[in-house]
T-cell receptor
Framework: QQQVKQSPQSLIVQKGGISIINCAYENTAFDYFPWYQQFPGKGPALLIAIRPDVSEKKEGRFTISFNKSAKQFSLHIMDSQPGDSATYFCAASGETSGSRLTFGEGTQLTVNP | ETGVTQTPRHLVMGMTNKKSLKCEQHLGHNAMYWYKQSAKKPLELMFVYNFKEQTENNSVPSRFSPECPNSSHLFLHLHTLQPEDSALYLC?????????????FGQGTRLTVV
């Protein structure tokens, strides 16, 4: 049973454009929502994370928007660059699950020059 | 070397072989994890260890056997695997099991079962 659903599976964006990846979750006990970035041949690395007490978190060109009532959160990459081309995973965990992460299926982002 | 280190990076094994994957973390973390990453599927949590004690086994077949001799090392022993077990196996660590803290991943072992 997939508890975190991610879309789209793949995304192609022109350099300078905005990349948007969406995730939806089912478990209302989730209270930590990280995004991981994975380059080929590498393990996932934490990009940015949010907790449900805020609706938005911004770090540089990366922003998470969080909608608790809709149980949805999204990653926005502003001014997308070719170096952002990677696979992005959303994830979630809850107080009762500790650091046990439930991942989305991943989005392969390609930013064309 | 810093962070989470996994060896080997690549492994090809026959269905009758026995092999082991190794993970070492240099971050002083107390929790370690094995995840399986298959194409077009979410990362699947396999095992969790907290202070060397296994706290979770996610219904993983017995042909996968984890071992955690101390908080810095984690092994995954493999025997009589199936071709569908071919995947990227990722080790991760975090500060603690009870907090929602960042998980640091190794580069993974690409396993091919022939």
């Amino acid at each position: 049973q997939q508890q975190v659903k991610q879309s789209p599976q793949s995304l192609i964006v022109q350099k300078g454009g905005i990349s948007i990846i969406n995730c939806a979750y089912e478990n209302t006990a989730f209270d930590y929502f990280p995004w991981y970035q994975q380059f080929p041949g590498k393990g996932p690395a934490l990009l940015i994370a949010i907790r449900p007490d805020v609706s938005e978190k911004k770090e540089g060109r990366f922003t998470i928007s969080f909608n608790k009532s809709a149980k949805q959160f999204s990653l926005h990459i502003m001014d997308s660059q070719p170096g952002d081309s990677a696979t992005y995973f959303c994830a979630a965990s809850g107080e009762t699950s500790g650091s046990r992460l439930t991942f989305g299926e991943g989005t392969q982002l390609t930013v064309n020059p | 070397e810093t962070g989470v280190t996994q060896t080997p990076r690549h492994l090809v094994m026959g269905m009758t072989n026995k092999k082991s994957l190794k993970c070492e973390q240099h971050l002083g973390h107390n929790a370690m994890y094995w995840y399986k990453q298959s194409a077009k599927k979410p990362l699947e949590l396999m095992f969790v260890y907290n202070f060397k004690e296994q706290t979770e086994n996610n219904s993983v077949p017995s042909r996968f056997s984890p071992e955690c001799p101390n908080s810095s090392h984690l092994f995954l022993h493999l025997h009589t695997l199936q071709p569908e077990d071919s995947a990227l196996y990722l080790c991760a660590s975090s500060q603690g099991w009870t907090q929602n803290t960042e998980a640091f991943f190794g580069q993974g072992t690409r396993l091919t079962v022939v």
